[in-house]
């Protein structure tokens, strides 16, 4: 199917797979919206989505904020129009035992990991259900399918936002929207840093425009075909 003249916007997208996934988005022909919480970084993303040719918006923001996401999405349907894709990619992650693990550092991985999530979906299906079209992709994990020490925190918010999606998906697939949960494991973009990660050698894992060839894929799908989850594995990752 073809994207061109699409529109979307990608949250987390100053740089790893969010920044990889806008800027395949626009090779694609779609305008993209960018958001993040480093204004510099979306800058220049947005820069380089309008040497592409497309129109590109960078909106500083953060997803945990209500406001700033109303906020967010107003900005983007009163620049393009209409929202298509809504790709729920910002995340963060704290890994440490759980006796080591800070309360601030919990709040922070719910607040942008699944509460991230919800607004920006809950903020867009009414525009997605009017025009009764749209995609929601939200960037979980393999972390949301199996446990590891260290990740307690990070694991317990990606199966919620499994979770959610799945729930979603069921209550918006009567409005033509799909959502679509994409799980990747190790991806080569240094985020985190624990014992999972440590078996990671250079070209032996996915790398982020990997993990934007595969949204890119789902999207292209008949409209009639929702691929709801994908997990995205290293062949091998010791190479």
Known sequence: MDLSGKTAVVTGAGRGIGK???LNLARQGIDVCVTART???IEKVAEQIRSYGRRAIAVHADVADEQAVRDLVRRALHEFGSIDVLVNNAGVG???PVKDM???QLDAMWSVNLRGAFLCSREVIPSMMERETGDII???SLAGRNAFTGGAGYVATKWALIGFSRC????VRASNIRVITICPG???TGFGDHSAQSVKSKGAIPSADD???VVIDTLKMPRNVMVSEVDIRPTNPKG
Not at 168 to 171: G, I, K
């Open 39 to 41: 204004k510099s970084e």
């Open 186 to 188: 190790s991806v080569d």
């Open 102 to 104: 800070t309360t601030q």
């Open 20 to 22: 990889s996934i806008a």
């Open 94 to 96: 704290y890994f440490s």
């Open 211 to 213: 993990i934007a060839t």
């Open 168 to 171: 979603l998906m069921l209550e």
């Open 138 to 140: 939200n960037i979980a």
